[in-house]
């Protein structure tokens, strides 16, 4: 089978894939109860109008008035075309509050990102071709705290020393400062080490226990015998072959990073990021933008795995195209 045609599959799965989790998606919110109206009605009396022309206002824009069908034939033509409704909390589309969102949460969770890669991947290298020595513990003892210690305290107690007692930091973000500005790169400092700490330990067991495989292999000891040098031997023997299936970690972890992390960082530090957005869509009931920050990760997921599939054999040319 031939690459082109292994990459074909692979994308039409992706598409298959796609096309049952936006109908399952559908289907859940068709008979959630909660789906907004309540709060839209809320809010319209808080600001002096008629309950029920809210109520009839909401079926219209959300398209309940409308049969089951017609409702999901347009539901799925919106997900294609990226009309993916109107956000009522904030009175605006759902694409263009998604834009003002994303810029937040990539600002810190690109560099917990390559952060946790290097350095996890670093010290799990390192602890594995130095095996029961002092450092090997001391990496040992790091992943485990990181692992160990809740992202939400460790914020809170980063807050307390270097914001309120030192007072070297900001306690919280505030927006208006730039992008590539110092003030702006202080206030992402204890965000990036809270979603960072986790992500370096995790990495570093994985990718510990996956190069101790090749740390004894016999093609590692051959590779020496001929004269490589250990930076040669680390890369190309070791670490190449253990990164095949570290990659399947690498995707689950940028999906944590950039996700399950964010709703907590975010929450702590008052990021307007996708985890700040997705958790007041939740308390206020915004049917659609919950739907839309749920999606988000999901279709990442599915390129992802894509990505990771193709990698397995650019990282190891023996997996056969056919087998896979």
Request: net charge negative.
């Amino acid at each position: 089978m031939s690459m082109h045609w292994y990459v074909a599959r692979r994308v039409a799965w992706a598409v298959v894939a796609t096309y049952l989790i936006l109908t399952i998606t559908f289907g859940l919110l068709a008979v959630a109860p909660g789906d907004g109206q309540t709060a839209f009605a809320f809010e319209a009396a808080s600001e002096g109008g008629d309950v029920d022309e809210a109520r009839e206002t909401f079926d219209e824009i959300t398209g309940r008035d409308e049969p089951l069908l017609t409702r999901y034939t347009n539901y799925m033509v919106n997900m294609a075309t990226f009309n993916w409704g109107w956000s009522f909390t904030r009175n605006q589309t759902v694409m263009d509050a998604l834009a003002s969102a994303y810029p937040y949460s990539l600002m810190y969770a690109v560099p917990a990102t390559l952060i946790s890669i290097v350095f996890g991947y670093g010290i799990g290298l390192y602890s594995a071709t130095h095996q029961y020595t002092l450092t090997d513990y001391l990496g040992t003892f790091t992943a485990f705290f990181g692992i160990s210690i809740p992202n939400f305290w460790f914020g809170i107690m980063l807050i307390l020393v270097f914001a309120v007692d030192l007072g070297w930091l900001p306690s919280y973000y505030q927006t208006g400062r730039g992008i590539w500005t110092l003030a702006n790169a202080k206030q992402l400092v204890l965000p990036i080490i809270v979603l960072s700490t986790g992500a370096i330990a995790g990495n570093m067991r994985y990718s510990r226990a996956e190069a101790l495989e090749y740390v004894h292999a016999d093609f590692v000891k051959t590779a020496r015998a001929k004269g490589a040098d250990d930076w040669r031997v680390l890369v190309r023997h070791i670490f190449r072959p253990a990164l095949v299936p570290l990659m399947t970690i690498l995707v689950a972890d940028i999906l944590g990073l950039l996700f399950a992390g964010a709703y907590i960082t975010e929450v702590v530090f008052q990021i307007p990021g996708l985890g700040l957005l997705s958790y007041r869509a939740i308390i206020q009931q915004d049917t659609a933008l919950v739907m839309a920050t749920t999606l988000v990760p999901v279709f990442i997921a599915i390129v992802g795995n894509l990505v990771q599939d193709i990698a397995y054999t650019v990282l190891d040319p023996r997996i056969d195209y056919g087998d896979r």
